[in-house]
């Protein structure tokens, strides 16, 4: 399978080198509106480098695109690449509105090729195991879960992540890994409830999200963090807890009752020996999916689902009241 990817930038190189890696993948060609930075990824991987995705796709036959650019430029590109009959793996968020998450899924559908939204969490093996916990019911009924992903705020080194029209804000960009987990694992979401504190130094929220079933998650999102990127989820039900710290050395634990212990390792690009990168188990599921033509672990829906949750938490950041989803608002 001949695979290009849009956006030379960390993301994009995560992308590359995980094709590059694949022994049934061929990186062909990469693409970037900074040639030096395609350049630097064509080197690296023997791919051709593009500066523009129409001179990509006039002279290379490619089957697979990662689109891995800015948020706010996602669905033009999507749209593109799906008239041109390439299937789509674009990073997360899917775009900054429903609007275009919604033209991106129809352009998808109509040009008969898949589309894959890259909530990488989902890949995580600590996570992965919470959510079996949870399916195998060993922490019998969830009635409260946590969750914290903290770090430096990315837009001190590429501006646009500071400006909410091209970034969404840490909720969009950030705490949508937490949503989409949560989601994943708990079930649909009933309200969302937010407060949010932002300036040119830190972006910090808190949400508040209740779910159908009566389970309660809170999720605290940081950019600006005085220390190293860090991530935390806990879920309990009533019958146990399953928690997993990425500033723990063990692995993760299921908790029962009294026991107090905790531990759980995560990294966003582990490089552990003998863990496997999650972004290429993201990257290959996708690629299985469209030989086999089957129904990849997060959908495009899921994804629509994710971004509707975060946008409702900063609709309730501008009013100050809790948002209800579902019967009061138009849930694709």
């Known amino acids: 399978m001949k695979a290009a990817v849009v ?11 995980s094709y590059a890696g694949m022994k049934d993948v061929e990186l062909v060609a990469v693409c970037d509106l900074i040639i030096e930075k395609a350049d630097e990824v064509a080197l690296a991987t023997g791919a051709t480098a593009f500066q523009s995705l129409d001179d990509l796709l006039a002279s290379v036959q490619i089957d697979v695109i990662s689109i891995t650019v800015p948020s706010y430029l996602h669905k033009d590109l999507v749209v593109k690449a ?3 009959g390439v299937h789509v793996i674009c990073e997360k968020p899917s775009a900054l509105t429903l609007a275009d998450t919604e033209e991106m899924m129809a352009a998808c559908e109509t040009n008969q090729v898949s589309l894959f939204i890259g909530h990488v969490v989902r890949f995580f093996p600590e996570y992965v195991q919470m959510k079996e916990a949870i399916d195998r019911g060993e922490l019998g009924q969830v009635g409260i879960a946590h969750a914290k992903r903290a770090g430096s705020h990315p837009g001190d080194i590429i501006p646009w992540f500071k400006e909410d029209e091209k970034s969404g804000g840490v909720i969009v960009d950030l705490m949508i890994h937490d949503i989409d987990f949560m989601r994943w694992a708990i079930g649909e979401v009933k309200s969302v409830y937010a407060l949010r504190r932002c300036d040119d130094q830190m972006d910090y929220a808190l949400v508040t999200l209740i779910f159908e079933n009566g389970a309660a998650a809170n999720l605290e999102s940081y950019w600006g963090y005085p220390g190293s990127f860090h991530t935390s989820a806990e879920i309990a039900g009533d019958r146990g807890i399953v928690r997993a710290n990425s500033q723990k050395t063990a692995t993760l634990q299921i908790v029962k009752r009294a026991v107090d ?7 966003e690009v582990p490089g552990s020996p003998g863990f496997r990168n999650p972004y290429e188990i993201e990257l ?13 672990r997060v959908t495009a829906t899921d994804a629509y689902k994710a971004l509707e949750i975060a946008l409702a938490a900063m609709e309730s950041v501008r009013t100050g009241k809790a948002v209800e989803l579902g019967s009061g608002r138009e849930s694709k």
């Not at 290959?284 to 990849?296: E, K, Q, V």
Request: proline share 3%; charged share 20%; aromatic share 6%.
């Open 82 to 84: 799906a008239a041109a």
């Open 261 to 267: 212990t905790e531990g759980g390792r995560f990294v």
């Open 7 to 17: 956006g030379c930038g960390g993301m994009g190189r995560v992308h590359a080198r």
């Open 284 to 296: 290959g599921h996708f690629i299985d999916c469209i030989r086999a033509g089957h129904s990849p």
